[in-house]
C-alpha cells in the first residue's frame, strides 16, 4: 500500500507543478514556479490518508458522463419518436438501361418514405416511384419502448400504395394506403434551421430498414447551380442509396427535410448529403393532394440572377435581381410590354434578389392572377403588370405513359406515344405536328446499327404516312421477318430516311 501511496503522492505533485505553471506544460515548455506545499507534507498528508479495503473502492463517473448520458438519451427518445413515421418503399416496374442503348427494361428498387398523414399519405421521391407498376409500403413494427435484449424486430406488415402525384421539379411524390391513424409527423419549419443544428436522418440505407444516422446541418440553402430554383438542406449525416424519401428531423423530432440524394465520387456517403425543405415539401404535398399535380405559375419569361460581374458589365446599380434573358413572343410577359434585358428588382412590392425568390413568388399566384414586377430598365424604373399562368405539364412525366403491353409497336422493336398538340408543345418545334414519338427501345431490340432512338418522331412507314400510335401499328401490321421497310423520322428537327429489314 506504501508503495501505491507514494506513486498517487508523486503523480499529485506533477500535477499541481503543472497547474502552478499556469498550465498543463510539456518538458521544456516554460518554466515551473515554486509551489507553496512542499513536497514532504504533501507525501506525509498522502501516506496518513485513511487505508483504502481491497476490492472496495467504487469508481467515480468520469467527469461530465451524466451530460453524455443525458444527450445519448435524448437522442433515442427522438429515434423512438420517429421510427415508427418512417417506411420502406418497395417498387417494381420499368426504366431505361443506359448500358444497354436505353433499352426498356424491368426494375426493382427499394427505398423510404415518411407518413405525413395519419389516413395513409406518405411522401417520398418522384426518382423512387417514377415508372412503377406497383408500390408496396412496408410499416415498421412498433415495439415497447422500454430497454431490453437486443433482439432483431419482427417484420412490420406490406401494403399496397397507389401514386397521388409526382412532381419531378422538386423530386417528390405523394403516396396513398388504405390504412387509418398511422403515426404521422410534424413538417418543422425549415426556414428557423441555422447552420451547425443537429440532424437525425432516418431511412432504409441500401435497403436496410430502421436505419438512424446523426450529423449536423452543413448548410441551411444549398443550391447545385447559381440559378437553381430549389435550395437544399446540406447534412453530413451519412445518407447512402435507399434513404431517399426517408426525414431529416431536428432534435424535436420535427421533419426539416425530405433526404433525396448525395453528392460522392465513391457512390458511397462522404459527407455530402442533400434533402428537400419541409417547407417546400408542405406546399407540394398540398398542391398532389389537392389537383393530382403542382399547379405553378409563370409568366412566359427565362431569368438569370444578377451577380456583381453582370451588374458592372451591365451598370446595373445593384448586384441583385433577375435579368430577362428570353421571352415567349406569344406569352403574358411580351403582351404587358417586358423586355430581353429588363432586370426584376421585386414582385408584388417583395424584393427579388434571386432566381429562386422569383420563382417562389410565381409559384403562388394561381393562374388568372396578376404580379405586378418592379423593373429596371436602362436608367429608368417601371411597375409592369403581368397575367399569371399556369405551366403545362412537365415533359419528363412521359415515361409514366409507357407500358409495354400498349405501346409496343414489336416490328420495330420501339415503344412509342402518340404526339398530340400538347406533346407536340413541350418537345422543340417539330417539321411535322403530329407523329409517333419514340420513348424507348424494347428489351428484345436487336443490337441496331442507326435505326432508331428515344425522342425520334416517326412520320411514314414505306410513304404511310403516321400520325398517330394506332397508325404506326396498321403501317407495319403486314411486315414479317426478312421484309424491306423505309421509315421516315424525325431527329434533331432534321428529316431522314431510316432502310432495314424486320427481323
Known sequence: MGARCILAAAECVLYLRRRASGGMARPGEGEVQPMKTSIPS????????????????????????????????AFEQVARQVMPSVVQVFVNGYGLDPDAGDVLTKQQGTASGTIVDPDGYIVTN???????????????????????????????????????????????????????????????????????????????????????TMGVVSAVARQLKPDDMLAYVQTDAPINPGNSGGPLVDARGQVVGINTMILTRSGGSEGVGLAIPSNTVRYIVSQLREHGRVRRGVIGIQVQSVGPVMAAALGIPQ???????????DGPAAKAGL??????????????????????????????????????????????????????????????????????????????????????????????????????????????????????????????????????????????????????????????FVAFEID
Not at 48 to 63: D, F, N
Not at 190 to 205: H, I, N
Not at 319 to 329: E, F, Q
Request: net charge negative; charged share 20%.
Open 339 to 496: 423586355q430581353i434585358g429588363d432586370v426584376i428588382v421585386s414582385a408584388d412590392s417583395q424584393p427579388v434578389g434571386d432566381v429562386r425568390q422569383f420563382g417562389i413568388n410565381l409559384y403562388h399566384h394561381p393562374a388568372g392572377s396578376t404580379v405586378t414586377l418592379g423593373v429596371l430598365r436602362g436608367t429608368g424604373t417601371a411597375e409592369i403588370k403581368v397575367g399569371v399562368i399556369e405551366r403545362p405539364e412537365d415533359p419528363d412525366t412521359l415515361m409514366d405513359m409507357v407500358r409495354p403491353e400498349q405501346n409496343l409497336v414489336s416490328q420495330l422493336d420501339v415503344l412509342g406515344v402518340t404526339v398530340d398538340k400538347k406533346l407536340a408543345a413541350a418537345l422543340q418545334p417539330l417539321r411535322k405536328p403530329s407523329g409517333v414519338l419514340v420513348v424507348a427501345m424494347s428489351a428484345d431490340a436487336a443490337p441496331p446499327a442507326d435505326r432508331f432512338r428515344p425522342g425520334d418522331v416517326i412520320h411514314a412507314v414505306n410513304r404511310t404516312a403516321v400520325t398517330s400510335l394506332d397508325d404506326l401499328r396498321k403501317a407495319v401490321a403486314g411486315l414479317k421477318d426478312g421484309d424491306p421497310v423505309v421509315v421516315q423520322i424525325e431527329r434533331d428537327g432534321t428529316l431522314r
Open 319 to 329: 448586384s441583385w435581381g433577375v435579368i430577362v434573358a428570353d421571352i415567349d413572343p
Open 42 to 73: 504533501l507525501v506525509l498528508a498522502v501516506l496518513l490518508a485513511p487505508a483504502v479495503t481491497r476490492g472496495a473502492v467504487t469508481p467515480a463517473s468520469p467527469a461530465g458522463s451524466q451530460t453524455l448520458q443525458a444527450m445519448s438519451g
Open 126 to 212: 418522384a426518382h423512387v416511384v417514377t415508372r412503377a407498376r406497383r408500390i408496396q409500403v412496408l410499416l415498421p413494427t412498433v415495439t415497447g419502448g422500454g430497454r431490453g435484449p437486443a433482439l432483431a424486430r419482427p417484420e412490420g406488415i406490406k401494403r399496397d400504395a397507389e401514386i397521388v402525384g409526382v412532381d419531378t421539379a422538386t423530386d417528390l411524390a405523394l403516396l396513398k394506403i388504405d390504412a387509418h391513424g398511422l403515426p404521422a409527423l410534424e413538417l418543422g419549419n425549415s426556414d428557423a434551421l441555422r447552420q451547425g443544428e443537429l440532424v437525425l436522418a432516418f431511412g432504409s440505407p441500401l435497403g436496410l430498414g430502421n436505419t438512424v
